[in-house]
């Protein structure tokens, strides 16, 4: 149940992180905008996860050594789209 | 005792979920400021009750790693927010 | 269950909040909020290792990484160039974004019965590794690869930010300059933080291989305490001319591949253990690529570096 | 005596509790921002560690209480590093300028 209750709030994120992307002009709250999407997509994994319980686990390790590892690429991503933008400040200047 | 404290962290959760209503009514960065710091103390305060209350120890580190980030995040808010609260031209 | 619908209704709330912000650095604190209570989620879903990944780097770094874009691009971060779309575009976009969080949502009602997992194979797979964490399991052992390829993306990250130096810049230090604090709150906390966030990173590190907790999240505290005294005005970075530290930086994937072809080489296969040597082996290579990680991720949030003389 | 422990933990968690609701009734309903950061501060010291406190003869062994003494000591380093830097923020924000 409290698995669901998460999916669906994953489902929800992306919507709100996609709407973010595609409305707003400034480069930084779509950077952000991208990585609340990010976050809602995490979460259908570990959804995922959580359903494939068993053997004594509470959840299955495969998806969640996925997430672990795509939330520091997500991040290592946004370092290099910030440092994009400041470019693009200094040149824009 | 443990359904009590599960019930605790439960109110401390929505006690500090409720002062976020502070970061969408503003009026100045200070108070964002503090609404999400009250946030982050009051995740770790419900943490340390659920952790004790299902007796995991993982929750208690992972209310360690909260209060450090807590603290390195809070000084870079402070640190960040603009000398002068105006509202930028729409 | 009532705290879950709690949690899931603050998280939709602050995302909402985040993205529709008027101003950029409400939006960022509304962001670290949202990390925040992510982790927790994470906790709710029986996933303890990535709620401590989510704590540190979803909120603590990326959030001062979003703060620092948005001081350094000053009223750019607020006042764009362009124009935002009309009522009419965004309420299309609108329903657009509804229509796929509802499909998005439609699929996982309908997730196949009864879930597909992998947990058993890794459950009977475990005691050959001698770890008792299931997930430093899959990251060292059975999806090492996985793993080395993450690492050498951190290192490709730094290449590339560090790239993007305005002419000038390159070989100079990282990162704006920040103003020197001096005496104070901000230059106490900076100086009595760090030795504590250190020890906390070790022990999170060293129960990594049996209890939640790994090399990604004790990375992430190192380079929130090297970042501590660099945003306090306390250090300067070094340059990233300095050999020491792209070393420091390669030293991680370069022992782990080094650790793999030895394993091509005695065992038959790239990044196989010998029988019994799997967790020292494990652990040697985790404290190394922590040390990596944790000045890579510190160096990326510095962001490029700035030339030294102003312009 | 486990049930005086128990005692102790129920009215030590209820008074820390107690603090939280004051800080957070304080945060949205105080009129400015310097007795709201007043009210935050004593959800802040007080709240956490009345829970700490009240958590203590709970937990298994040292280790365990040991870090929890720690996060209280560290929400209170920071949370008194931060204070300040707030105030000062609200003293440039309310300023002539």
Known sequence: MSATIFGLLGAALVGIGLFGMLVRVSGVLRLLSFNVLGGGIFLVFGVVARRGAGA?????????????????????????????????????? | MAEFLSIAALL????????????????????????????????????????????????????????????????????AAPPHDREPPR | ???????????????????????????????????????????????????????????????????????????????????????????????GCAGVAAALGAAILWLPEPAPTLAPQVAAALPTTGLGNAVTGVLMSFRGLDTLLEAAVVVLAVIAVWSLAPDGGWGSAPGARQPVVGRGPLSLLARMLPPIGIVVAAHILWVGADAPGGKFQAAAILAAMWLLPWLAGLATPPRIAAPWLRMAVVAGPVLFIVVGLAGAAVEGAFLAYPPGWAKPLIKSIEVVLTASIAVALALLVMGPPEPDAPR | MSLLANGFTIVAVLAGL?????????????????????????????????????????????????????????????SAAVGPMIARLTRGQEGAE
């Open chain 3, 1 to 95: 269950m009532i705290a879950d619908l709690l949690l899931a209704a603050a998280i939709a709330a602050v995302a909402t909040g985040s993205v529709l912000a008027r101003r950029a650095f409400t939006a960022v604190a509304l962001f670290i909020a949202y990390g925040l209570l992510l982790s927790l989620a994470w906790v709710r879903l029986a996933a303890p290792d990535v709620a401590m990944t989510e704590a540190a780097i979803g909120a603590g770094l990326s959030g001062v990484l979003l703060l620092g874009a948005v001081r350094r691009l000053g009223p750019h971060a607020d006042a764009p160039a362009n124009l935002p779309p009309g009522l009419l575009l965004t309420a299309l976009i609108g329903i």
């Open chain 4, 18 to 78: 107690v603090f939280f609701v004051a800080g957070t009734a304080g945060l949205l309903r105080f009129p400015d921002t310097s007795s709201r950061l007043h009210a935050l501060t004593k959800a802040d010291h007080l709240g956490l560690g009345l829970i700490v406190l009240g958590l203590l003869p709970q937990v298994g062994g040292v280790g365990e209480a040991a870090r929890l003494l720690a996060i209280w000591a560290l929400v209170m380093l920071s």
């Open chain 1, 56 to 93: 004594g686990l509470a959840g299955d390790p495969v998806p969640q050594a996925l997430v672990l590892t795509g939330i520091v690429v997500a991040f290592a991503a946004t370092t290099l789209a910030v440092a994009l933008l400041l470019r693009l400040g200094r040149d824009g200047e």
């Open chain 2, 12 to 79: 401390v959760f929505a006690t500090a979920a409720v002062g976020l209503l502070r970061v969408l009514r503003g009026p100045g960065d200070p108070d964002r400021v503090m609404a999400a710091q009250l946030l982050g103390t009051g995740g770790i305060a419900a943490l340390l009750l659920a952790g004790v209350a299902m007796s995991a120890p993982a929750l208690v580190d992972l209310a360690l790693i909260l209060a450090l980030l807590a603290a390195f995040a809070s000084v870079a808010l402070a640190r």
